[in-house]
């Protein structure tokens, strides 16, 4: 695999209203982001690099608030998905349930615990 050194935003997300974009590595999907309206959808297939180590999930997710915050402030989602399920949501559209209680965030839904941990897991 061979990468290009370029700059793009790290929230280039926030400025697509409309259309797809996908990410290839060696003709194999890695990564999907398409608009569905209001929600920015990140899709992650594969990983095919090796990442440093991230803190844990619970860090993770505290340090997303104020992002969620901001993105329910300006009536955006942004939804993380795992080959095509979704894991978690950011923003407007997020339904916190339970999900409040760990990361005292009415922004923050995770949907599905296991594979988000999954996801955590492979970053």
Avoid: W
């Amino acid at each position: 695999m061979t990468m290009k050194n370029f700059d793009i935003p790290a929230n280039f997300l926030s400025y697509l209203d409309t259309g797809k974009l996908s990410i290839t590595c060696n003709d194999s999907p890695t990564v999907n982001f398409h608009v569905d309206g209001s929600t920015k959808i990140i899709d992650i297939i594969d990983i095919p690099i090796e990442l440093t180590k991230m803190p844990g999930l619970l860090k993770q997710l505290s340090e997303a608030k104020e992002l969620a915050k901001d993105l329910a402030q300006k009536k955006t989602t942004i939804e993380v998905r795992l080959r095509g399920d979704t894991v978690l949501k950011l923003g407007e559209k997020a339904n916190p349930k339970l999900a409040k209680i760990i990361t005292l965030s009415s922004n923050i839904e995770i949907t599905d615990l296991r594979k988000l941990k999954k996801l955590s897991d492979e970053f």
